[in-house]
């Protein structure tokens, strides 16, 4: 079993940026990583993936703008987040998912707001 804390979310404005941090109580070595979000009303959907050997995937609405990368002697997995708009509002969530689980942090807001 793994924890998963996230945190770094807060108030900024639009253009603005974040890092979002993700740690986990072990090793994250061979594990793809994930973050999603969730705004409020709307399903929660995934913003980037990160491979256990560091390739990247992005949802169209964050890509060139979102950059996701890890520190696995940290056990950590990072969220940039730059040129933030309104629409980014939501709750983020780090996700790892691995034989026999499927965890998640608790979350952390970010707010985009002027």
């Known amino acids: 079993q793994v924890q998963l804390v996230e945190s770094g979310g807060g108030v900024v404005q639009p253009g603005g940026s974040l890092r979002l941090s993700c740690a986990a109580s072990?090793?994250?070595?061979?594990?793809?990583m994930r973050w999603h979000r969730q705004a409020p009303g709307k399903q929660r959907e995934l913003v980037a993936t990160?491979?256990?050997?560091?390739?990247?995937n992005y949802a169209d609405s964050v890509k060139g703008r979102f950059t996701i990368s890890r520190d696995n002697a940290e056990n950590t997995v990072y969220l940039q987040m730059n040129s933030l708009k309104l629409e980014d509002t939501a709750v983020y969530y780090c996700n790892l998912v691995r034989y026999g689980g499927n965890y998640w942090g608790q979350g952390t807001q970010v707010t985009v707001s002027s």
């Open positions: 072990g090793s994250i070595r061979t594990d793809a």
């Open positions: 990160i491979s256990s050997i560091g390739t990247t």
